[in-house]
């Protein structure tokens, strides 16, 4: 089946330690997004990459890394940098750069720090 | 940047009746205006979208309308199910410039539907 898989479904993490959160996806899209999600605040963008090798900052990228060395994968770090890391985490992908398409989103990891 | 607001953040309908949950945003340039669909635990599925050619587009019970110079948009939501209880998001995007491509969301709406 096609489709974006995120893991863990859960995560837990101490105060200090940096976590990754995969994101992999077999539908050969271009493009791939890392939102947040808290209750009452919708969606936001943390990094997206729009083909491999190149990503940007969305608009709380803070405490957060990204890498895309291959098309179907685009990993979440949360370092220990990010001051309230609890949350979560939604990676989504569409189609190609520069087309107003559906984006397809994971079932979302959810982050605790502990 | 964009900017969307969504109305209401919670509602309550009896099965059967409409549900209807209204956008606004503040880009002119914004052209692509998906919404979206998130039950507990998963993560938001697309149910219906508009892009701003058109100022209606309909699929079974679902139904988008946009008025551009108003700059708003809605979803409506006939012969509501219990199955239809869900959290959705509006959202937006432009074509051009800085953060094309980009879609901005709304803050979602919580609809209840009482059997």
């Known amino acids: 089946d096609g489709g974006i898989t995120q893991s863990p479904k859960y995560l837990f993490r101490k105060e200090g330690q940096n976590v990754t959160l995969s994101c992999e996806q077999n539908?050969?899209?271009?493009?791939m997004y890392w939102y947040r999600q808290d209750p009452g605040q919708g969606l936001r963008l943390i990094y997206y990459?729009?083909?491999?090798?190149?990503?940007q900052k969305g608009d709380i990228a803070e405490g957060y890394s990204v890498s895309r060395e291959k098309k179907e994968s685009f990993p979440l770090t949360v370092t220990s940098a990010q001051k309230n890391p609890t949350a979560f985490y939604l990676c989504?992908?569409?189609?190609?750069?520069?087309?107003?398409?559906?984006?397809?989103f994971g079932q979302g990891t959810r982050l605790t720090v502990v | 940047g964009e900017n969307v607001e969504q109305h209401p953040s919670t509602l309550s309908v009896q099965e059967g009746d409409s549900a209807v949950i209204k956008c606004t945003y503040s880009?002119?340039?914004?052209?692509?205006f998906p919404w979206y669909k998130q039950e507990l635990g998963k993560g938001p599925q697309l149910i219906i979208d508009?892009?701003?050619?058109?100022g209606e587009k309909k699929d079974q019970r679902i139904a988008v309308t946009l008025n551009k110079t108003a700059k708003h948009f809605s979803l409506h939501i006939t012969e509501t199910q219990p199955e239809d209880s869900a959290v959705y998001f509006c959202?937006?995007?432009?074509?051009?410039?800085?953060?094309?491509?980009?879609?901005?969301f709304g803050k979602g709406t919580k609809l209840s539907v009482i059997p």
């Open positions: 989504a992908s569409s189609i190609a750069q520069g087309a107003n398409t559906e984006a397809f």
């Open positions: 539908l050969n899209h271009d493009a």
């Open positions: 990459s729009q083909i491999v090798n190149d990503f």
């Open positions: 880009d002119s340039a914004s052209n692509y």
């Open positions: 508009i892009r701003s050619n058109v």
């Open positions: 959202a937006a995007s432009q074509s051009s410039g800085a953060g094309s491509y980009q879609l901005t």
